[in-house]
């Protein structure tokens, strides 16, 4: 039987995260199908349909799905779940909004944020913020899975997939949307950016944030921050990274004027390269950057931004 | 209205946790345990809804050993009115908590279900979802914000890029997330009070639900480390070792 990945996607453009997720399901076993749920969202459909390795995607396109609501997500799955021996959905807060809901209802256990298939039934999984990892084999019956994306390779262009449309399931009336207030960044997101620049308590304030701005803007980054520079109250709580905040996994992350706190490793050590600057050569950050620079970030930071500029960036 | 409140005993999070060398799992033995954190987040909401005058009375559950009895203290101690406690041993997946707060919920009918988003050993971030789900309620995962009426609540929700607020018709049940509140300290006169708190005694089966886990853990291992790299002398330095690996 086939798996089914269920697309993330704004209505407009499909999330990277869909096109990791799809290599996940073509290691669980294929034919991989991909679900495009939202309205007006044919281009998505068009899209998921040219990731390879993709047979068919189902595109329910109805105004119940716009903003992929748990509970209508949950009976529009079900509709489909006979078909399927796995379902997979990218770990993003709108799938571990309602993959849940869908194995509950199929009486299965769900196997949360995949970090490798070791085999078709067999997943890797970070417990404790990733302390630790846990090699977990899959019960009898259909396999609920959502896949941690930034730990797989996004599948590749190329394919072309039939588009079949699919009717909506009934309105389960439980809940509505009301509103949604979404940080506005020219910036890339956290969690899906290439480069991540994150300042910590070292920045001293808010407004030396702009210093790390400088340099994202450059390097196209987007930027992020230690929980001590959010609760110190420098930015607000979306930019934190950590076992308490965000889990990113960019091809580079710079920490600057973080000391490495375990919490704050738990969500950024596996990113590609690790690149930080900080004033005390003790930080234990440096014990897992690749490429450590003990200088006082107000000098090295500007001294970086001249330098970029002049490198043409 | 009645509120219940799930809660965990897990590993303290100040605690760096240790896996067995025998790669069964993490160490737990003279380990120091205390509430989930995102659980503590849900006992302090249902206090402060209950202070409003919005919630009646607060039921604390736990689903674990007889220690988890410590769990459900510190909830009353904070504010809970009652207990209850579900003795089962090892480790209880997300699908049979669902299961056996679903059957909670049928006999106390709550109007609303307050927990964390995700336990803070296993990480799954599945119940609050599977118990809506099972009941055939709606949700409102990873809370930021609640307003409260008699017949709905409105959940501003953390979602990646900001936030989104969802009216759900009551019963549902809500999970909160790090921003929610601050939890309180109970005081010594609470936590005296809280012993005199009545908490009932249970087990799956009163339930009528099989908690044997369903997934096989194969093995609980170490993370790959990673090594220290170079120091660099400069900024211009850096920044040629960023190009050389293909970084920038």
Redesign the interface.
Known sequence: MATLVVAEHDNKSLNDATAKTVTAALAVGGPVHVLVAGENCKAVADAAAKIAGVEKVLLADNALYA?M???AM?RLILSVADTYDAILAPA???G??????????L???????ILKVVSPD?FER??????????????AGKKIITVRATAFAKAADGGNAAIESLAAAAD????????????KSERP?L?SAK?VISGGRGLGSGENFALIDKIADR?HAAVGASRAAVDAGYVP??YQVG??GKVVAP??YLAVGISGA?QHLAGM?DS????A?NKD?DAPI??????????DLFQ?LP??DQ??AK?G? | MKVLVPVKRVIDYNVKVRVKADQSGVDLANVKMSMNPFDEIAVEEAVRLKEKGKVSEIIAVSIGPAQAAETIRTALAMGADRGILVKAEGEIEPLAVAKILKAICDAEKPMLVITGKQAIDDDSNQTGQMLAALLGWGQGTFAHSVELSETSAKIAREIDGGLQTVEVKLPAVMTTDLRLNEPRYASLPNIMKAKKKPVEEKTPADYGVDAASRLKVLKVTEPAKRSAGIKVKSVSELLDKLKEAGAI
Do not use: C
Request: no cysteine; net charge negative.
């Open positions: 903003k609501i748990a509970e949950e993003t807060t709108s571990k909004n309602y993959l849940p809901r869908v194995a509950a209802k009486d299965v256990p769900q196997i949360s944020e067999t970070p417990i404790y913020a990733g302390n630790a990892i846990q090699t977990v084999q899959a019960a389960p009336g439980l809940s509505k949307f009301d509103s949604e207030a979404l940080s997101e969690t480069i390097l709580n979306d076992q308490t091809e580079l375990i050590k590609k390269v690790i690149a600057i050569e440096f014990q897992i950057a690749d490429y450590g620079l003990v200088a090295a001294e970086m330098e970029l490198r960036y």
